[in-house]
């Protein structure tokens, strides 16, 4: 009973809470080594978004990280894929095969890019002194700009990371949580913070996701250009603007009565028909 409530608990905690992983390839080197195990928190990002430096767990699958960096060897036989089969259940094993983790350098709305006249990468134009980088091969890319609701992930071993440099940004929706924690070796245990670095980078103004077309009338009434949205940075209508546009038009008995003073002509001289305003002569 024990070992099965033991078990319990243990598919509860790895499906909602915190997952262990093994690290299998040199991509995070000095960070994180081959064989060390860290922990991830499945929750965090339910209720914040991702931050510039933090170390992330995504799945590659529909990316362009798929097949591209094969960082877990699949299962060769029914005894490896059962005993493979058994640590993902438990979170004790290693990420599955699409499973990656990197450094979060730049977020939705940032424009990186890589290199300045010392080499660094910059975001929104400010310097990164990455002192956590390891063999770094200054790869050159960019600017780009991080497209809103993707982030742009490279790994802390440059020289032998595939990263968002070759596979392109990758969706926050595939995050699968925030490696915090170093766990094991025991003589490697430490927690995995946001260098200091990423705290003086400039904020970017995320372009907004399109949006679909309104169907209120007032909105169908327009062709041509897209309806205001909140947020859009396009200014919206309100009440007051429309009550006065109502005040200052001139009422249609009254535009018909001007009419009225015209002498319809075949000629340019038609107008001098209307008699002039008095000027208080007598």
């Not at 510039?52 to 960096?69: A, C, L, M, P, Y």
Request: proline fraction near 8%.
């Amino acid at each position: 009973m024990l070992v099965l409530v033991a078990f319990l608990l243990a598919l509860l905690i790895k499906a909602l809470l915190v997952q262990a992983f093994w690290i299998p390839s040199e991509s995070m080197e000095r960070t994180l080594l081959i064989d060390d195990r860290v922990l991830v928190n499945k929750v965090v990002y339910h209720f914040r978004d991702v931050h510039r430096g933090e170390i992330v767990v995504f799945n590659g699958k529909g990316t362009g990280f798929d097949h591209q960096e094969s960082i877990v060897p699949k299962p060769t036989n029914a005894f490896s894929r059962f005993v493979r089969g058994a640590q993902n259940l438990l979170g004790l094993g290693a990420p599955s095969e699409t499973d990656f983790i990197k450094r979060v350098i730049g977020v939705g709305g940032d424009t990186v890019a890589c290199c300045d006249a010392e080499g660094r990468v910059t975001v929104n134009g400010h310097p990164l002194d990455e002192r956590y980088v390891y063999q770094n091969d200054y790869q050159r890319f960019g600017p780009l700009k991080v497209p809103a609701g993707y982030l742009w992930v490279m790994g802390d071993h440059r020289g032998a990371s595939s990263d968002a440099r070759q596979n392109g940004p990758i969706p926050k929706d595939k995050v699968v949580g925030r490696a915090f924690v170093r766990v094991w070796p025991l003589s490697r245990l430490g927690f995995l913070g946001v260098p200091d670095n990423f705290g003086g980078i400039p904020a970017a103004s995320v372009a907004p996701r399109a949006m679909p077309a309104s169907t209120t009338p007032a909105a169908s009434a327009t062709s041509g250009t897209a309806a205001a949205q909140p947020g859009s940075g396009v200014p919206i209508a309100d009440d007051t603007s429309l009550l006065t546009l109502v005040a200052l038009t001139p009422p249609a008995w009254r535009a018909r009565r001007r009419d009225r003073r015209l002498v319809v002509a075949g000629d340019a001289a038609a107008e001098d028909a209307v008699p002039p305003r008095r000027r208080g002569y007598p």
